[in-house]
């Protein structure tokens, strides 16, 4: 084989693009191939719409080294990205530091992430998917949390409105359950005197709100709210 590491520049802007690519024709190099990076792909596409013929003509290509291995060319792209910074939004459109790191999991650059989160965001799985994932997930031990994941879980939660038919579906799913005697163990002794962060507290309810919440017992209760708990705000 014969592969090549090249540098694509858009003539626009003088944004750069590295990688490489498995010549076809070992003769020409294949002057055609400038890359697909999808930040490189909405340049050409801005192209196109120009110069639907001749969109070529907005970008130069330069061939940085001739490799004949597969080895070769992630070395040499890794090399060449660092040498010209082509992962710097500021200067280049090269996301990864290779393409040899996409089937590893390495990727985990923000802008990657940012593009998977608004792919998926909207996303609505058929109920036969969500069957087969909870079925798969069955039985499974999940990882324990360390305490900084865990405070972070709480604090997102903290203020989080559930809506009546999520509640609903909670309260269905918990019922029947049982917990394990440490479980219980636990939670008894953390109820018991003053290790209960509800000691002296009472539930207090704003309707308009559709919120719960404990306040201390010697509190007054603000305008709006009244005494008691609500299970559902019909």
Avoid at 12 to 25: A, E, F, L, P, T
Avoid at 143 to 161: A, P, V
Avoid at 168 to 182: E, F, M, N, P, Q
Wanted: hydrophobic share 30%; glycine share 8%; proline share 2%.
């Amino acid at each position: 084989m014969i592969g090549i590491i090249y540098k694509t520049t858009c003539l626009k802007d003088g944004k750069i693009y590295i990688g490489q690519h498995r010549v076809k024709n070992k003769e020409t190099l294949d002057p055609w191939y400038i890359g697909s990076g999808s930040d490189l792909e909405k340049y050409i596409d801005e192209a196109k719409q120009l110069d639907r013929l001749n969109w070529l003509k907005f970008f130069s290509r330069e061939v940085l080294k001739i490799c004949y291995n597969q080895n070769q060319l992630n070395g040499y792209e890794t090399y060449f990205i660092k040498k010209f910074d082509a992962n710097n939004p500021n200067v280049g459109l090269n996301i990864l530091k290779s393409c040899c790191f996409k089937k590893s999991g390495a990727s985990r650059d923000k802008r990657v992430a940012a593009k998977i989160s608004a792919a998926l965001k909207g996303r609505k799985l058929p109920d036969e998917t969500r069957l087969k994932m909870s079925i798969s997930q069955k039985g499974k031990l999940k990882g324990s949390m360390n305490e900084e994941t865990k405070e972070k879980l709480r604090q997102s939660n903290l203020g989080r409105n559930v809506s009546d038919e999520t509640r609903l579906k909670l309260s269905i799913i918990r019922r029947g359950k049982k917990h394990s005697k440490t479980w219980s163990k636990k939670i008894g002794e953390s109820q018991r005197g003053n290790n209960c962060k509800f000691t002296n507290t009472i539930w207090i309810y704003n309707y308009k709100e559709r919120v719960n919440k404990r306040i201390p017992i010697n509190e007054e209760i603000p305008l709006g709210w009244n005494k008691g708990r609500m299970s559902y705000f019909n």
